[in-house]
Structures are given as C-alpha cells and as structure tokens.
C-alpha cells in the first residue's frame, strides 16, 4: 500500500473515533485534516518546484503570523514608539556614528610605537613628577627665605634711612647752631 493512502487511512480512522466526519463534495473531502494536509503538501512543492516564489510565499506566511497575533496592535504601537524614539535620536546617532568615523582614522596614531611605549612610560613619568615636586617645595622654601630676607633688608633700610633722616635733622640744628644764618645775607 502506498504511504500516502496508509496515512490518509490512518488520518480518517483518527477522525473517526474523535466524530469528525469527513464530508466528500466532488471527490475531496471538506474541511478535515487530510484536505488540510494535501493542500500544505501541494504548496509546498509548488514553491519549491518554481511555481509560486518562495520569498513571497514566506512573506504572506509571515504577514498572516503578525495579523492574526492577537498582541497585534499592541507590537505596532511599540514598533511605532520605537520607531519615534529611533528618529528623535537621529541627531546623536549621528554624531556617535562621526565620532566612530574619527576614531577610526585615529587607529593608525593609536597604534603608533611612541603610544604603545605609554604603559611602560608611566613608571618614569611618575618619578619625574616626585622629583618635579620635591624641586618646587624647596624652590618654595627658599622663595620663602628670600621673602623673609628681603622684608628684613626693606625693615633694616627703612630704619636706616629714619636714621640718617635724624642724624640729618641734628647736622641741621648744629650748624644753625654754629654758623647762623644771616638775615639779609650781609651779615
């Protein structure tokens, strides 16, 4: 016996038992598993022989999947919040896919030996800055000598000069002592 008719027995004897009577007009049967099963052979081979293209024919099996899902109208409002979301953060893609675009060309000088020689660098770098920051805390120090120098120069002189202003004011009174002035310049 041919497997086609073992199962297409086997399917009618399945109806059976659960009630469901086959209805034959003209030959084939109404709505029942095996017309259902023939039909999905029959367009399956017809696709894969070249009778119908078999882009199209999974794009309607794909569209009925979407419309008959019952969350169907829920998913297009998510793919349409999804899709404002995408376009209102067109501007930033943008400007991540330029920045992309420059770190890209920047490949070449990142990979350069003078910036892979960086990690090892670093050690050396580090010890520069210790020494750098021991040279400025004395060169601090001794600004701050000379700071204090310089302000004991300044009070030393100021005194000096107010000394020599009252030595200066006494040699004034001396000499009007000793030698006075005359009045009208005849004396």
């Known amino acids: 016996m041919d497997p086609i008719a073992v199962l297409q027995n ?3 004897q399945l109806e059976a038992k659960l009630g469901l009577a086959p209805n034959s007009i003209d ?3 109404g709505d029942s598993a ?18 119908e293209k078999l882009s199209e024919a999974m794009q309607m099996a794909t569209e009925l999947n979407n419309y008959t899902d019952p969350n169907f109208v829920e998913n297009m409002q998510q793919n349409n919040m ?20 420059r ?5 070449p000088v990142l990979e350069s030996e003078a910036i892979q020689q960086v990690p090892h660098m670093q050690a050396q770098v580090d010890k520069m800055h210790a020494a750098a920051a021991e040279v400025k805390a004395e060169a601090d120090q001794v600004s701050q000598g000379v700071q204090e120098l310089a302000d004991t120069c300044g009070t030393a002189a100021s005194d000096a000069s107010e000394q020599l202003a009252n030595v200066a004011q006494k040699v004034e ?3 009007e002592v000793k030698f006075p002035k005359r009045r009208n310049g005849l004396d």
């Open 10 to 12: 086997r399917i009618e």
């Open 27 to 29: 030959g084939q049967q």
């Open 34 to 51: 095996t017309t259902n099963l023939v039909n999905a052979a029959q367009a399956i081979s017809n696709a894969t022989a070249g009778h």
């Open 82 to 101: 999804h899709l404002r979301e995408v376009v209102a953060a067109e501007p930033v893609i943008q400007h991540h896919c330029h920045c992309m675009h």
């Open 103 to 107: 770190c890209k060309q920047a490949v």
């Open 173 to 175: 009174q001396v000499e």
